[in-house]
């Protein structure tokens, strides 16, 4: 059912905008989110049939969104995210690009038992594909003369602190995305091309399986993220939990109302930032005691 109340404000009215993870998760509810704002929405994924699921969720609760379209890309491939930035030419150009499709693989470990192919293939997705993304919104942007725009790159707090359960290659990816965003924020200030980095910490709900092809399982069914990974096991649940003040996992429409306020131009003048939003997780030594403070419902799921 659609959303009830005064929901278009119009936040980012007039705007087109490209969302890369877009089936599910952080990516889904970001996509709700824009289109409510009054964005023109490109979601895109890896897979198809979680596309398609997603696409219809978002009309569903935002029937009179002004354009919303999905496309299936594999962002690790340069003529694909090329393929997928230039498809808004027709639509006037990309304004904003949310760079937040990424994996988190199982048999990421430490230096000693992380197989050089997982390292390989998160780089590819997690850092090249962030490249690729900010490239090719700079050439759009360029190439339709806009005065403004807003690259999002989803990093993680893992870039800021470190774990003693070690997953290294998407540690090291996170912080490759973090030294990215910076640079591309000093380089394309004078042309009004905003870059910042959203530092997420974990979430309550991960992405639900998203496969169509055999192709996508190399890349989707081997990376679950944190939630279902600890599964069950409260010990290890427990030993993550206890760090956040609030008592409890993020929500992913919490990581997308902030996707929100980066995109649009009241964030005009910020740049270059980390953007943190862990409900205090990385500011906390001895966390309160109690039930876990109250979390909002996301849209998606």
Known sequence: MALEGP???GRLQGKNAIITGAAGGIGLETSILFAREGASVLMADISNLSLERALAKVKELVPDAPRVEAIRCDISKESEVQAMVES???????DVIFNN?????PNDADAIDTPEEVWDLTHNINVKGVWFGSKHAVLSLRRHKKSKGSIINTASVVALVGSATPQLAYTASKGAVLAMTRELAIVHAREGFRFNALCPAPLKYSTPPRTSSQSDKLICDSTPLLQDWLGDDMAKRHR???HFPTGRFGEAIEQAHAVVFLASDESSFVNGTDFVVDGGMTKAYVTPEGPPAAAPQSLGR
Do not use: F, K, L, N
């Open 88 to 94: 808004q030419d027709s639509w006037g150009g990309t």
């Open 101 to 105: 499709a990424g994996i988190m693989h």
């Open 7 to 9: 929901i278009a404000r």
């Open 240 to 242: 993550r939990e206890v």
